[in-house]
């Protein structure tokens, strides 16, 4: 498995995901850049996403939808604040509505990623930050944690030299 380390710290109120990759930092980027790819691992196994908007730039949007086993859906959604490429992207992560517009009843949540170089691998470090311990209680019960680490664990299929 790839996801080498979950952390989840109330005092910083942060979930962080490590994972180590056989790649180059440009191709674990690219699963996040390319919708189709980032389709293909965003969210658990059983709840596939679907991206109905990935504007890749800075303040642009995405939307998106999972859809569970029994075809009940879940959106979200992010709006990028900076993007470094191929070593950082950070941005505002939130729940959206039937109608796939962030839901105004809860925060957003501010995330990054870092692409690490390191040797023949690139180590991916996912921190998403809660706005206060009542959001980061909600997330964690709803399964945020695990729900990551099984996404993040789909990304080594997508590296193969058949998915490039």
């Known amino acids: 498995m790839t ?14 995901i490590v994972a180590e990759f056989d790649a180059s930092p440009e191709r674990v980027w690219d699963v996040w850049e390319n919708p189709r790819k ?7 196994p059983t709840w596939p996403a ?6 890749f730039v800075v303040g642009g949007e995405s939307r998106y939808h999972m859809t569970g086993p029994t075809g009940e859906t879940h959106a979200g959604f992010w709006k990028m604040i900076a993007i470094d490429k191929p ?10 509505g039937a109608d796939g517009e962030p839901d105004p009843s809860m925060a957003a949540m501010s995330g990054f990623v870092i ?14 930050s809660f706005v206060d311990a009542a ?9 945020m944690a695990e729900g990551m680490t099984l996404a993040v664990g789909q990304i ?3 590296l193969t030299a058949a998915a490039v």
């Open 3 to 16: 996801v080498i380390r979950t952390v989840k710290d109330p005092e910083k109120l942060t979930l962080t």
């Open 38 to 44: 980032l389709e293909r691992w965003w969210g658990p």
């Open 50 to 55: 679907t991206f109905t908007r990935h504007d």
């Open 87 to 96: 070593a950082r992207i950070d941005f505002l992560n939130g729940l959206a």
């Open 115 to 128: 692409f690490e170089d390191i040797g023949d691998q690139t180590r991916m470090t996912a921190v998403t």
């Open 135 to 143: 959001q980061m209680d909600t997330m964690l019960a709803m399964g």
């Open 156 to 158: 080594d299929e997508l």
